[in-house]
């Protein structure tokens, strides 16, 4: 069992950046690959960025490569968004998710196991 828990998000100026963190429980974290997704309102939750389980391999939609960097520390079971050039459609509750996503899963909700409770994200323009 793994509990996810968000932190970070808040209100800022398009073009300003966050930093989102999501803090693991569970000794197994180092195990999973972890996702970061968001639901903006009236719409599904969509892929924003994965990480594999040791860091090597990341993963981004094209709406936010270049200016979104996903991390995570281990040690810390912590994962990290750092979210930069925020534009108005960024806005969304942003969750992330534990689990062990096929090679060519990792943008599907489906393959990952354990979520967070959700962090919101707003950008003004």
């Known amino acids: 069992q793994v509990q996810l828990v968000e932190s970070g998000g808040g209100l800022v100026q398009a073009g300003g950046s966050l930093r989102l963190s999501c803090i693991a429980s569970g000794r197994t974290f180092s195990s999973y690959s972890m996702g970061w997704f968001r639901q903006a309102p009236g719409k599904e939750r969509e892929f924003v960025a994965a990480i594999s389980w040791s860091g090597g391999n990341t993963y981004y939609a094209d709406s936010v490569k270049g200016r979104f960097t996903i991390s995570r520390d281990n040690a810390k079971n912590t994962v990290y968004l750092q979210m930069n050039s925020l534009k108005p459609e960024d806005t969304a509750v942003y969750y992330c998710?534990?689990?062990?996503?096929?090679?060519?899963?990792?943008?599907?909700?489906?393959?990952?196991?354990?979520w967070g409770q959700g962090t919101q994200v707003t950008v003004s323009s």
């Open positions: 998710a534990a689990g062990y996503p096929s090679s060519s899963g990792y943008v599907h909700t489906g393959q990952y196991d354990y």
